[in-house]
């Protein structure tokens, strides 16, 4: 067995565990993904600042290329990533006479955050990495490393497994309690046995598969970004919300924090748009296959 596989076998094995128990205590971990992530961004921005300065950028990208713009939809999709994060913003919040702003002012740190990473990342490097943090390893002479500190290369070259390691657990309990919601029936309760063994396994043993029989993250992330990410992030979400709707026409009273997207036409518009993506991402996979 490869020294890849092994450490994957050890993630699951470690990390898997969370998802045979009732963990509640889940704001730890996000508070460690949210630190991380900080620091990381932050430390990026400015090493990439840092080599700019001293004029010592390689990267000349295009002012256009036309080729690019199918692989643009699938890049869409993951920026989309940043929405799930807004209920609990707004769930907390009491006094919601002010949420627009709120939510402004995140979107529009969000909008810097892509705006730093994307600029400086394009006139940094060459070539760039499809995952971003690999770009400031040094290369096999050490002799362009952005950074020769230790402790930020090593840093950085794990902080993708920083996040998986406190996304994996919430998502894949989170799994296992959607697996139990969709048969579950309160005359017939499930067994211990199911409960406990055979919902967190069928959680596991499909991504520890999918993991072990390769570690083409490029592919597989383009496949789950691109179609099911869509579905997800674009079909589902106006679905819910055209149903929500059709509920709400029973009250009446107006809602004085009614979204300025509340015609049809959002709807169908983001359907139709989500389609589009697809379309584009397919002829790109077809195009770079």
Same mark, same amino acid.
């Given at each position: 067995?490869?020294?890849?596989?092994?450490?994957?076998?050890?993630?699951?094995?470690?990390?898997?565990?969370?998802?045979?128990?009732?963990?509640?205590?889940?704001?730890?971990?996000?508070?460690?993904?949210?630190?991380?992530?900080?620091?990381?961004?932050?430390?990026?921005?400015?090493?990439?600042?840092?080599?700019?300065?001293?004029?010592?950028?390689?990267?000349?990208?295009?002012?256009?290329?036309?080729?690019?713009?199918?692989?643009?939809?699938?890049?869409?999709?993951?920026?989309?990533?940043?929405?799930?994060?807004?209920? !609990?913003?707004?769930? +907390? #919040?009491?006094?919601?006479?002010?949420?627009? *702003? @709120?939510? %402004?002012?995140? $979107?529009?740190?969000?909008?810097?955050?892509?705006?730093?990473?994307?600029?400086?990342?394009?006139?940094?490097?060459?070539?760039?990495?499809?995952?971003?943090?690999?770009?400031?390893?040094?290369?096999?002479?050490?002799?362009?490393?952005?950074?020769?500190?230790?402790?930020?290369?090593?840093?950085?070259?794990?902080?993708?497994?920083?996040?998986? !390691?406190?996304?994996? +657990? #919430?998502?894949?309990?989170?799994?296992?309690? *959607? @697996?139990? %919601?969709?048969? $579950?029936?309160?005359?017939?309760?499930?067994?211990?046995?199911?409960?406990?063994?055979?919902?967190?396994?069928?959680?596991?043993?499909?991504?520890?598969?999918?993991?072990?029989?390769?570690?083409?993250?490029?592919?597989?992330?383009?496949?789950?970004?691109?179609?099911?990410?869509?579905?997800?992030?674009?079909?589902?979400?106006?679905?819910?919300?055209?149903?929500?709707?059709?509920?709400?026409?029973?009250?009446?009273?107006? *809602?004085?924090?009614?979204?300025?997207?509340?015609?049809?036409?959002?709807?169908?518009?983001?359907?139709?748009?989500?389609?589009?993506?697809?379309?584009?991402?397919?002829?790109?996979?077809?195009?770079?296959?």
């Amino acid at each position: 067995m490869s020294m890849y596989r092994i450490c994957v076998a050890g993630f699951f094995l470690s990390l898997g565990g969370f998802t045979f128990f009732n963990v509640q205590k889940t704001k730890y971990i996000q508070l460690f993904t949210t630190a991380s992530r900080w620091i990381a961004f932050g430390m990026m921005i400015v090493l990439a600042v840092i080599k700019l300065e001293k004029k010592s950028g390689q990267g000349h990208p295009p002012y256009a290329d036309i080729s690019g713009v199918p692989n643009l939809f699938g890049v869409c999709v993951y920026s989309f990533m940043c929405h799930h994060s807004l209920p !609990s913003l707004i769930t +907390p #919040i009491r006094n919601k006479s002010k949420l627009y *702003n @709120l939510l %402004a002012y995140d $979107y529009i740190l969000i909008l810097l955050f892509y705006l730093l990473l994307s600029f400086t990342g394009i006139y940094t490097f060459k070539d760039l990495n499809d995952i971003y943090t690999l770009n400031f390893l040094p290369d096999g002479c050490n002799t362009n490393s952005v950074t020769n500190v230790k402790f930020i290369q090593y840093f950085l070259a794990l902080f993708p497994v920083f996040t998986l !390691s406190s996304n994996f +657990p #919430i998502i894949s309990i989170t799994l296992r309690n *959607n @697996l139990k %919601a969709i048969g $579950y029936k309160v005359d017939r309760p499930y067994t211990w046995c199911v409960d406990r063994i055979v919902f967190p396994l069928l959680a596991l043993i499909p991504p520890l598969g999918v993991s072990l029989a390769t570690n083409q993250v490029e592919f597989l992330v383009g496949i789950t970004g691109s179609y099911a990410g869509a579905g997800i992030q674009y079909v589902i979400p106006a679905m819910l919300v055209f149903c929500a709707r059709k509920q709400t026409i029973l009250f009446s009273d107006r *809602n004085i924090h009614e979204s300025p997207f509340k015609g049809k036409f959002w709807i169908i518009f983001v359907c139709i748009w989500a389609g589009v993506c697809m379309i584009f991402v397919t002829v790109n996979h077809i195009i770079s296959g």
